[in-house]
């Protein structure tokens, strides 16, 4: 399922889990947020209808409060030596979408936070131990040692 909803003057197309930067909103962090939704679909149909749309929501956790890249500014007025350069970053939101429920009733929720073990098709590398260093180490002080030597008789 996905929703397509309007915040500021931008409208994102989103699904449960994703994770959106948006103009800023007025709440604490980790507050939940309710975003109107404009539209509702699945891989079937779309459903944009308004009388319809009332009974769907989207609810999204405000992560953290930021300010977007900096956006320059500059005026030039040809040959007049006149040049005036201003930036200044805009106030952003991070949110993540964490609940989806349709007009017909179902609704689909993001599961609660996931250790990082647990997650498939990832293997945690071990650190090597410090004898693993060393003899990785002297290896490499080796190679560099019979490279120099090899260079050195070329030369000759």
Known sequence: ???????GNQQFKVKVGDFIRVPFQKASKGEQ?????????DDSHFIFEKSQL?????TAVLLRQSLA????VFKKKRR?????TKGYRQKVSELKIIELSSPEGKVSKSPLKKDKSTKSGTVQKQ??????NKKTLENNKKKLQTKSNKKTKKGE
Do not use: D, N, Q, T
């Open 80 to 84: 007049k030596g006149y040049r005036r």
């Open 127 to 132: 650190k090597p131990s410090k004898k693993e």
């Open 1 to 7: 399922m996905f929703a397509i909803v309007k915040l």
């Open 33 to 41: 947020i309710e975003i109107p939704v404009l539209g509702f679909g």
């Open 69 to 72: 890249k900096k956006v320059l």
């Open 54 to 58: 009332k009974k769907s929501k989207v």
